[in-house]
């Protein structure tokens, strides 16, 4: 554990940071995990909607620091492709 009173202090903010941090990845998880099922079902309405929401959460998540852009980036790339794929076959 910490000693100084400025360690102390970081040790905090970084719990503080850490606890938010967390509530943005799980809140875009979960919608990543809605998205992929609606895909699976075969429901393109609900996955198109799915997929405008859950864009912008992980843009949210990348714009708070919590992943990195590219990762972003490339989840959304992929999520898209799969709604795409969708609403082409059908």
């Keep these: 554990m910490a000693?100084?009173?400025s360690a102390l202090k970081r040790a905090r903010q970084s719990e503080v940071r850490r606890v938010r941090n967390s509530g943005y990845k799980s809140n875009a998880k979960k919608a990543v995990k809605v998205l992929r099922a609606a895909v699976a079902n075969g429901s393109a309405?609900?996955?198109?909607e799915g997929l405008a929401r859950t864009t912008?959460?992980?843009q949210k998540s990348?714009?708070?620091?919590?992943?990195?852009?590219n990762t972003a980036s490339r989840k959304i790339?992929?999520?898209a492709r799969q709604v795409n794929r969708l609403t082409a076959s059908q």
């Design 3 to 5: 000693n100084h009173k």
């Design 45 to 48: 309405e609900e996955a198109k």
């Design 56 to 58: 912008s959460l992980i």
């Design 62 to 69: 990348v714009s708070k620091g919590v992943i990195h852009k």
């Design 77 to 79: 790339s992929r999520l």
